[in-house]
């Protein structure tokens, strides 16, 4: 697994990263975006991403995971301070976070855009089996129609979840050559996606990595942000990248 974190033209990086290993081999990545500098968008990721276990095994332990990070970051304002402040004005942040074990296999669950992204370990042409998870307001705009601490609960559509689909075509990848799983708050993925391609966003993530750089999760990583730094940064930036294969969950 890696992480990497970019500061960009914000005066604090709010964004906070989270990689955890167990001995064995299950693995959890998430990264959380303090909003671009709402009032406390820092303490909201950082509690969020505290309040996360060490690890994640199916879909219902994963929805708790989330729920129980909302809570924690709901909990930085007491319930009658709450009702005093406008809504733009309470500590929030996004969430993407995604977990691996030998028994449960593969989970993913994300609120607000901060996205995951899915990608062969061996590059093609056009990425043709590259996928990523659709934040909500949608690839143009970005608008953000929920947040961990808008809300005291987060109600079911609030949250997106990983298909059926998507966890078999995952796993079919990574049992034909391997899968880089990237987890991105929107300060990373932006400077790469373009509102205006029609297709998959992962893939334009992808145009960038030669399989030289598919290699490790670190490689692509660093890969990954300095290109986006390249580019240029409009916003902190923040990453996490798990190597899933035919035989184990990720790579020291």
């Not at 402040?85 to 996004?94: A, G, I, N, V």
């Not at 990848?173 to 899968?179: E, L």
């Not at 300095?226 to 020291?252: F, K, Q």
Request: glycine share 10%; with cysteine.
């Amino acid at each position: 697994m890696a992480t990497r974190l970019e500061i960009g033209p914000r005066a604090e990086q709010q964004d906070r990263v989270a990689a955890r290993l167990d001995d064995d081999g299950s693995w959890l990545i998430a990264v959380c975006d303090g909003l671009g500098g709402h009032p406390r968008g820092d303490e909201a990721a950082e509690a969020a991403i505290t309040a996360l276990p060490q690890r994640i095994t199916g879909r219902a332990e994963a929805e708790a995971a989330v729920r129980d990070a909302n809570r924690a970051v709901c909990a930085l304002v007491p319930a009658d301070e709450r009702e005093r402040l406008m809504e733009w004005d309470l500590p929030m942040t996004t969430m993407c976070v995604v977990a691996w074990t030998p028994t449960g296999g593969l989970c993913g669950a994300w609120v607000g855009d901060s996205a995951i992204f899915v990608l062969p370990t061996q590059a093609s042409d056009d990425d043709s089996l590259a996928w990523s998870s659709s934040p909500h307001g949608g690839w143009s705009g970005h608008a953000v129609n929920s947040t961990l601490g808008w809300h005291p609960e987060l109600g079911d559509d609030d949250i997106g979840w990983f298909t059926d689909s998507q966890i078999a075509g995952t796993m079919h990848m990574a049992a034909a050559a391997g899968a880089l799983i990237v987890a991105a708050t929107d300060g990373l993925y932006e400077p790469f996606v373009s509102p205006y391609a029609t297709y998959e966003p992962a893939a334009q993530l992808g145009e960038t990595l030669a399989d030289s750089d598919r290699a490790t999760a670190d490689l692509t990583a660093q890969k990954l942000m300095a290109e986006a730094v390249t580019i240029g940064l409009s916003d902190n930036a923040a990453m996490a990248v798990a190597r899933i294969g035919t035989t184990v969950g990720t790579e020291p």
